[in-house]
Nanobody, 122 residues
Framework: QVQLVESGGGLVQAGGSLRLSCAASGRTFSSYAVGWFRQAPGKEREFVAAINWSGSSTYYPDSVKGRFTISRDNAKNTVYLQMNSLKPEDSAVYYC???????????????WGQGTQVTVSS
């Protein structure tokens, strides 16, 4: 199994940046794909980014493409989400998740962190 803990959220002004971290435990972490999802109050869970086990392949929806970057450091058992040019609509609880393959579909991920709050003010 994999345990995930997100950190790095906070309050920023529109146009600002944050870097989220997803710290993982479990000796098989390096074999898992990792995704980031977000959920705002009253909204459905939304795919944000995904990365394969090696970090060689990434995927983003149009809503964040060009602004967000996912990366991983398997030696540190950590996945990052660099968020630039933040907009108020990016405000949400951000979750990282691990699964057997890279996907934009939440049900394909088996393990989830508790989430970290990101709030972007105008």
């Amino acid at each position: 199994q994999v345990q995930l803990v997100e950190s790095g959220g906070g309050l920023v002004q529109a146009g600002g940046s944050l870097r989220l971290s997803c710290a993982a435990s479990g000796r098989t972490f390096s074999s898992y794909a990792v995704g980031w999802f977000r959920q705002a109050p009253g909204k459905e869970r939304e795919f944000v980014a995904a990365i394969n086990w090696s970090g060689s392949s990434t995927y983003y929806p149009d809503s964040v493409k060009g602004r967000f970057t996912i990366s991983r450091d398997n030696a540190k058992n950590t996945v990052y989400l660099q968020m630039n040019s933040l907009k108020p609509e990016d405000s949400a609880v951000y979750y990282c998740a691990a699964g057997p393959y890279s996907s934009r579909v939440y049900r394909n991920f088996d393990y989830w962190g508790q989430g970290t709050q990101v709030t972007v003010s105008s």
